[in-house]
């Protein structure tokens, strides 16, 4: 085959992924989608919500249009953009299945922190806010309350709908009692309490996220039956439960921590509990969930030596840990969970 027969475009779309990756992560950080809302609007009335330059407005939405993020009605200068179900469904403020807290976060820390990727690639080093300054991770973020509250939402974003795919999918009708381990805002707990009226659910997280939990808890009206509690996950016993989670907790960490958790999870369970983990498990090839991977270059990034694993990496941790049972449970896209049984 002559080199006149391959296809480079593949080539291209993944090469020039920041072109539409970025024109998305400024409309949201506009709140384009959370201006339009279920409105129609002219480019010039959109231009003046956002302050945008006239030289701007209309490669801008009509790039949004071509990329499936807005529609247009018409075509020519009295056209009008809407919002597309999805973006009215994930991307507008108001909708209660927003998710794009996890892309403010994007925008506003990991795409600068990727611009340093290469460096990571060769030093195994972090390259976001603690590139300079060595301190925790945690430590640091959590450091600014605005980088807090956003940290948060970018989690409730990302992880919304795999809490709702575990609600549904695991049989949580033979347990009583679940401790979801850094558990942010409690959006899982607030979920399963939700899905499931016989559980009684517990938020586990650092004393300076515990409050935002409870907050977030007591505006949805649980406080009957979730709990938010504060602790260090390595420096106490987790609390016992029927059941523990962790969503996107092992990733974060390297081996000896990873193996620290998944033992705390061990001792705090009874015979017969669950130790379910929600990550965006990789395939045992690691050739194919190409977002996992991608995960594992951003706790790189993150962490330095934190990293994402596989479904038979995680079935080996919890045999040496003393579980007897592990199951591998699709979730939404690239995401999986990891369930081990005592
Ligand atoms: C990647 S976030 C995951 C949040 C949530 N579970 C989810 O899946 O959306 C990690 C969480 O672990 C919490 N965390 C980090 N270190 C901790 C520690 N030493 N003890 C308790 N929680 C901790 C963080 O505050 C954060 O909420």
């Keep these: 085959m002559s080199n006149a027969e391959l296809d480079p475009s593949h080539i291209m779309q993944v090469g020039m992924g920041f072109w539409p990756s970025k024109t998305v992560l400024s409309a949201v950080e506009l709140q384009l989608f959370t201006h339009l809302g279920a409105e129609a609007m002219s480019g010039e009335e959109i231009g003046e919500r956002l302050g945008l330059h006239s030289r701007a407005i209309y490669d801008f939405l009509d790039t949004l249009v071509a990329l499936r993020f807005l529609e247009r009605d018409g075509d020519g200068p009295d056209s009008r953009y809407r919002n597309t179900a999805e973006s009215a469904a994930f991307l507008d403020k108001g909708s209660p299945t927003y998710i794009g807290g996890i892309l403010e976060m994007c925008n506003a820390r990991l795409y600068g922190f990727w611009g340093d990727l290469t460096e990571a690639l060769q030093t195994g080093k972090p390259q976001n806010e603690i590139k300079h300054t060595g301190k925790p991770m945690f430590d640091e973020l959590y450091s600014d309350p605005a980088r807090l509250q956003q940290f948060m939402e970018a989690m409730q974003g990302i992880s919304l709908g795999n809490f709702h795919a575990v609600a549904d999918k ?63 996950f390595f420096a106490d016993p987790l609390p016992r439960a029927d059941v523990i989670t962790m969503g996107m907790i092992l990733h974060d960490w390297n081996l000896d921590r990873k193996m620290h958790l998944i033992r705390s999870a061990y001792d705090a369970l009874p015979e017969g509990g669950a130790f379910i983990v929600i990550e965006n498990l990789i395939d045992d090839a690691r050739r194919e969930n190409a977002f996992g991977l991608m995960m594992s270059l951003n706790m790189l990034i993150e962490f330095g030596d934190a990293f994402d694993f596989t479904g038979s990496d995680f079935a080996e941790w919890c045999g040496e840990a003393g579980f007897r049972d592990v199951e591998i449970l699709p979730l939404t896209g690239p995401a999986s969970a990891g369930i081990a049984y005592k």
């Design 170 to 232: 695991f049989d949580f009708s033979k347990y009583k009692t679940v401790c979801d381990v850094g558990g942010a805002t409690g959006q899982l707990s607030q979920i399963l309490a939700t899905h499931h009226p016989h559980l009684r659910c517990m938020s586990y997280d650092l004393p300076v996220v515990a409050p935002i939990a409870e907050k977030s808890i007591a505006a949805a009206g649980l406080t009957d039956r979730v709990a938010a509690a504060g602790g260090d």
